[in-house]
């Protein structure tokens, strides 16, 4: 069983309808969760964070962990041609002082907002 | 600020040949990423550094992959000899040097695409 997984797709949603993105993991060490966009040829971007359980919104956009169910989701409501990119899961545990950082990537799922 | 710059954006190479990327991080960040990202994967965390030293290069393939970071700034990946799986995306990242919390954002250059024949 992998670190962490996350359905490939494709997604494909039309314009204005929410969207639903998952992840699960196992490893019980992970204390932050990222969400990150990557659009076609280029890196992913940042778009949002959660540290431990709980929803965090922002803008259209909505992070839910749940850590009793090892089980993470990113919402995003009202979705946007612009929307469409591939959308990447990573989790990092408590730092350890050791100095390493590894966060642990989903292969990420590819969504496309239909006009 | 400038973002985190890579270059080339894409090389193709015969396998068993030599090719080496370089990056150049955000001003003033400490620590830099060089990642394997594979078509359809997550990307895969090659090397750490926390200004000129090693923190992490547990899955660095060492008998082909060598990465360096002089003077604490840019950094080189090279792979030598090139092998047909080695076909991805190298991505660089940067990040402030961490002073005890875990939560350390991470910014990603553009990547150079690999292709290996």
């Known amino acids: 069983q992998k670190e962490v997984e996350q359905d490939p797709g494709p997604l494909s949603v039309p314009e204005g309808a929410i969207v639903s993105l998952n992840c699960t993991y196992s490893?019980?060490?992970?204390?932050?969760f990222m969400w990150y966009r990557q659009y076609s040829r280029k890196g992913p971007e940042l778009l949002m964070y959660?540290?431990?359980?709980g929803n965090k919104e922002d803008g259209r956009f909505t992070a839910q962990v749940d850590k009793s169910s090892k089980y993470i989701s990113l919402f995003i409501r009202d979705s946007q041609p612009s929307d469409s990119a591939t959308y990447l899961c990573?989790?990092?545990?408590?730092?350890?002082?050791?100095?390493?950082?590894?966060?642990?990537f989903g292969k990420g799922t590819k969504l496309s907002v239909i006009p | 600020e400038a973002g985190v710059a890579q270059s080339p954006r894409y090389k193709i190479i015969e396998k068993r040949q030599s090719v080496a990327f370089w990056c150049n991080p955000i001003?003033?960040?400490?620590?830099l990423y060089w990642y394997q990202q594979i078509l359809g994967q997550g990307p895969k965390l090659l090397i750490q550094?926390?200004?000129?030293?090693?923190?992490?290069d547990s899955q660095l393939p060492k008998d082909r992959f060598s990465a360096e970071r002089l003077k604490g700034v840019d950094s080189t990946l090279k792979i030598q000899p090139a092998k047909l799986e080695d076909s991805a995306v190298y991505l660089c990242?940067?990040?402030?040097?961490?002073?005890?919390?875990?939560?350390?954002?991470?910014?990603f250059g553009p990547g150079t695409r690999l292709t290996v024949l």
């Open positions: 990242a940067s990040s402030r040097k961490i002073s005890g919390f875990s939560y350390n954002e991470q910014f």
């Open positions: 490893n019980s060490a992970f204390q932050y």
């Open positions: 959660t540290y431990s359980s």
């Open positions: 990573a989790m990092e545990p408590i730092y350890s002082g050791a100095g390493s950082y590894q966060l642990t």
């Open positions: 001003s003033g960040h400490a620590t």
């Open positions: 550094f926390q200004n000129n030293g090693v923190v992490d």
